[in-house]
């Protein structure tokens, strides 16, 4: 597999999640941390909706490649209707 080559998970019917990095997949997880309890969760997931409700949220993967290198990919509007 070349080391360009990234892999996110497609939304699955049988669980119910949404596509990995898409919009609603964002938004299940930041109601899911919201309802955990814990406060520096709530505290995350509470600046992950304020960024997105504003436009200021930047979806990014981070990985290490074959070489061992770290490789940094801003998917920007990849998403978009997904």
């Known amino acids: 597999m070349p080391d360009n080559v990234l892999r996110l ?9 949404p596509s990995q990095m898409s919009t609603n997949w ?3 997880t930041y109601a899911k941390m919201k309802i955990t309890g814990d406060p ?3 505290i995350l997931a ?3 909706e304020a960024a ?3 436009g200021k949220l930047e979806k990014m ?3 290490v490649n074959t ?3 770290i490789v940094l ?3 920007d509007d990849f998403f978009t209707g997904i």
């Not at 998970?9 to 999640?17: D, M, R």
Request: hydrophobic share 35%; aromatic share 0%.
């Open 26 to 28: 964002i938004d299940d």
């Open 73 to 75: 990919i801003r998917l």
């Open 9 to 17: 998970n497609k939304a699955n019917p049988v669980t119910g999640l």
């Open 61 to 63: 993967v981070i990985g």
């Open 52 to 54: 997105q409700s504003n």
């Open 40 to 42: 520096n969760k709530v």
């Open 67 to 69: 070489q061992g290198q």
């Open 46 to 48: 509470t600046k992950i």
